[in-house]
C-alpha cells in the first residue's frame, strides 16, 4: 500500500508542476507569430548537431535562470557515441561523475540515421525528491517539442495524457502508453523492479522513415 502511495503521490507532484512547465514553453511556442516564423526548433529529422542547437536554443527561452538553463542545456563537447559503429549518440544531465549520484542522472539517446536524428530516446529516473518530478516534466515536453514543434500547449498535453502519464494505477507497470500525431510516434515505458518504479523511459521516432529526409 505505501509502494502505491509512493507512486500516486509522485505523479501528482508532475500534474501539479505541469502547467507550470508547459505554460513557460508554451509563452515561445505556438503562441508567438514572430517566433514560430523566425526560429524553427525542430529536433528529429535534422542533424545531431541542428539537434542540439535547437534544444538549447528552446531550453534559453524557458528560464532566465543561469543554472537552470546550465543544467537542461546539452554541452555539444559532452555529446558522445554510444560505441564505435556510430549509430547513436548520447547526453547525461546532472551527471557530476560522483557514482553516489547515478540515480539523478537523465540521459537521452539520439540515434543517427543517413546522417539525421531518426528517433530520440530519453530516460528519467524515479526518486522521491520532487525537484526530480518537475525535472521528468519538463524534459519530456523538451523532447516533444523537439520532435514535433508544430504541436501548440494543448497538443503537447494531450501526447502525455494518451501515453498514461497520468493515469492513476496500481501497478506501475501498467504506467505505458503508445501514441502516433502527425507521423510522429510516442512511446512511454516504466522502468519496473521488484514492484517498485525506477524510471521512466520515452522513445519518439518517424512512423514513416523516409521522414527522416
Known amino acids: 500500500m505505501k509502494k502505491i502511495l509512493f507512486l500516486a503521490l509522485s505523479f501528482l507532484v508532475l500534474i501539479q508542476c505541469s502547467q507550470a512547465a508547459d505554460q513557460s514553453i ?33 531550453v534559453n527561452t524557458i528560464s532566465e535562470d543561469e543554472s537552470t538553463i546550465l543544467y537542461f542545456s546539452m554541452n555539444p563537447n559532452n555529446v ?13 544531465f546532472g551527471d557530476s561523475g ?11 539517446n539520439m540515434f543517427i540515421t543517413e546522417n539525421v536524428v531518426s528517433r530520440i530516446e530519453f530516460f528519467a529516473p524515479s526518486t522521491k525528491e520532487e525537484a526530480n518530478a518537475q525535472q521528468t516534466k519538463l524534459f519530456f515536453l523538451l523532447i516533444i517539442t523537439l520532435s514535433d514543434d508544430t504541436l501548440d500547449k494543448d497538443g503537447r498535453e494531450s501526447i502525455l495524457t494518451n501515453l498514461g502519464l497520468y493515469d492513476d494505477v496500481a501497478d506501475p507497470k501498467q504506467l505505458a502508453g503508445s501514441v502516433t500525431k502527425n507521423g510522429i510516434q510516442y512511446i512511454l515505458e516504466p522502468l519496473v523492479q521488484n514492484d517498485l518504479l525506477f524510471g521512466l523511459s520515452l522513445y519518439t521516432s518517424f512512423t514513416d522513415t523516409t521522414g527522416t529526409n
Open 26 to 58: 508554451d509563452q515561445e511556442i505556438g503562441t508567438s507569430e514572430d517566433v514560430s516564423v523566425n526560429f524553427n526548433y525542430q529536433g528529429l529529422g535534422k542533424s545531431s548537431e541542428e539537434f542540439v542547437s535547437n534544444w538549447n536554443q528552446l
Open 80 to 92: 558522445k557515441w554510444t560505441s564505435e559503429t556510430k549509430e547513436a549518440l548520447y547526453y547525461s
Open 98 to 108: 560522483d557514482e553516489s549520484n547515478i540515480n539523478n542522472v537523465f540521459v537521452i
